[in-house]
């Protein structure tokens, strides 16, 4: 069984996205009997993670909800300079795909 250690950063990322949402690189991984070498990663967050932290819940829900509700700009989902439901469909999109 091999398994992917956490090396706690993205230090080996040779590359990100211009939103940050995607992260390519190489991490160090073990196999079952304790070799490691260089593996290739590609990392790409949901869009619906709207706070960032990694996980899709309920907190990324009611983030977005808030915004959406209030008409901030962290509602423009889409970012096509309009807050409306063309974002609430996208958001919904996103976050049932990740679930
Ligand atoms: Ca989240
Ligand atoms: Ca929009």
Known sequence: MMEIRTVGSFASALAVSGDGRTVVGSDTVIDGNGNGYEQAFRWVSNLADVNGDG??????????????????????????????????????????AGC
């Open 55 to 96: 996980f899709l819940n309920a907190d990324d829900f009611d983030q977005f909800a808030a915004a959406f509700e209030s008409g901030d700009p962290a509602g423009d989902f889409n970012h096509d300079s309009f807050v409306n439901g063309d974002d609430y469909d996208a958001f919904a999109e996103a976050f049932e």
